[in-house]
């Protein structure tokens, strides 16, 4: 018996692995791997052998991929609400429900027993408690009930450092520890940027993102205030030696710049304003953890 979804059965099996694919969010997934590369650099034995490095990245993706589409699970309906998420498989009915929903848990399994056969049970329980994090406190829980959502949920974004060194190492220090605050401090004025040029879409979908609950400017102001911890915050590996001074000056020179563009949305007050702020806080994060690997190539 054919048990496909109509709409799938319909679509060539390159289409269909196109859309699984795409509930995978892969732009962000690449972001998410390039913050644990840094660990590898950093390892006290020098870089890990291709394989290893692969089969952690690969288990790591399966987690960031696994939350991704168990999110895209549960909010199918608000999705289906919102301008910039409207076209995704599950609203536009591309994939079933219980498909996506069996899809996110394989993928959040798979990812659990790679992990564990890489780097053993401590490497598994993080990337585990990433998934469940995600899903169950920040996706069901907070993000429908309180403004504050993403500056908890963000922790589960901020995971994967800790999940490379726990499956490099069998355990978590303060390097990845450092890198994980610094990915959780990012997180509120990088999505809040989001949420300022989006809020039409997030009053549509009743998510009580900031923006609609405080007002813009003092959301602004908020992340005015993420931007000022962080920079302190990101200057934290070097404060334990774990990093040196090639990083230390790039760490200081993009932290005041990306304070003096979060000031500038302050001034600026529109919402074209807000989007730059939000590409700004994507470049950020990449130089800034690029930097943390040239600096242990220079030293």
Known sequence: MNMAHPALARRSVREAFGLYWQMTRPKVLALVLFTGLPVFAMHQDGWPSVWTTFVVLFGTALAGAACSVLN??????SDARMARTQKRPLPVAAIAPGHAAGYGVFLSGLSTLVLWATGGWV?????????????????????????QNIVIGGAAGATTPM??????????GWGSLCLFLIIFFWTPPHFWAIALFRKADYAAAGIP???????DQPTRWRMLGYTVVLIPVSLAPVAIDYLGW?????????????????????RARDVRTDRKFFMTSNLYLLALFAAMIVDVIVL
């Open 72 to 77: 895209a699970y549960v909010e199918r309906e």
């Open 123 to 147: 490497a598994a329980a993080v990337g585990l408690a990433s998934i469940l994090f995600y899903v169950l406190v920040y996706t069901m829980w907070l993000k429908p009930r309180t403004p």
């Open 163 to 172: 999940i490379a060194e726990a499956a490099l190492t069998g355990s978590v």
């Open 209 to 215: 993102m900031m923006p609609n609950v405080v007002g």
């Open 246 to 266: 090639v990083y230390a000056t790039s760490a200081t020179v993009l932290g005041f710049y990306f304070l003096w563009k979060n000031i500038g949305v302050l």
